[in-house]
């Protein structure tokens, strides 16, 4: 059975979500957090879904353990970038920073793969870094071959129906989300079209 917030999602961008391991995680999440909201606060803390998500991944033997053998490439305030070259894919370890629960975190990753089919996030597990759980994703690897003007990511925006926050966050008032962090490191250019890479997605 679909979940309340799959349908949601299904309903507002008129598709249909596959059933993979990031919506099953996002949805153990939401099967399970109902009795830690509060008349207070229409969200669980993090922290209490982390502890639902270290059950759901030692329960299904979610632990990564193939990252020793990848190449370190980069990192920001949110996520840890590795590159296997083999597979020609990148593995990224995000621990959510950006967002007020992990169930935000999935969700983001779902619109992402809604909107952004050609950069689609695949959940392949997750790893714990010092008492610090991060999910560990995956995506093709997009070797840019051409400068990213930025004047072009906000025309690309605007044509898709957004409307420019501020700066490099966007909004679409009719699918009631918001886009964040739409820089050059984020949208790189390849034989002249733009590839969203990292996206930070909120809905509204």
């Given amino acids: 059975m679909v979940s309340e917030n799959i349908l949601k999602i299904q309903n507002r961008f008129q598709c249909i979500v596959p059933n993979d391991l990031i919506t099953s995680v996002y949805t153990y999440l939401e099967n399970h957090s109902q009795d830690y909201k509060t008349d207070f606060e229409n969200y669980v803390s993090k922290e209490t879904e982390q502890k639902l998500l270290e059950e759901f991944v030692l329960k299904n033997n979610l632990i990564y353990e193939n990252l020793p053998f990848a190449t370190y490439l980069d990192e920001g305030a949110e996520q840890k970038v590795f590159y296997f070259e083999k597979d020609k894919k990148v593995i990224k370890l995000n621990d959510a920073i950006f ?15 809604i909107l952004f089919k050609e950069t689609n996030y695949t959940l392949i597990g997750f790893v714990k870094i010092n008492d610090l759980l991060y999910a560990v994703v995956q995506q093709d690897f997009i070797m840019s071959n051409q400068n990213t003007d930025i004047e072009e990511v906000r025309s690309y925006m605007i044509d898709k129906g957004f409307s420019l926050k501020r700066r490099n966050d966007y909004t679409h008032s009719e699918l009631g989300i918001i886009i964040e962090d739409l820089h050059e490191e984020n949208v790189l250019k390849m034989n002249n079209t733009l590839f969203f890479i990292d996206t930070v997605i909120y809905l509204k």
């Avoid at 967002?99 to 793969?113: P, R, T």
Wanted: hydrophobic share 45%; net charge negative; charged share 5%.
């Fill in 99 to 113: 967002y007020v629960n992990w169930s935000q975190f999935f969700e983001s990753l779902i619109i992402h793969n």
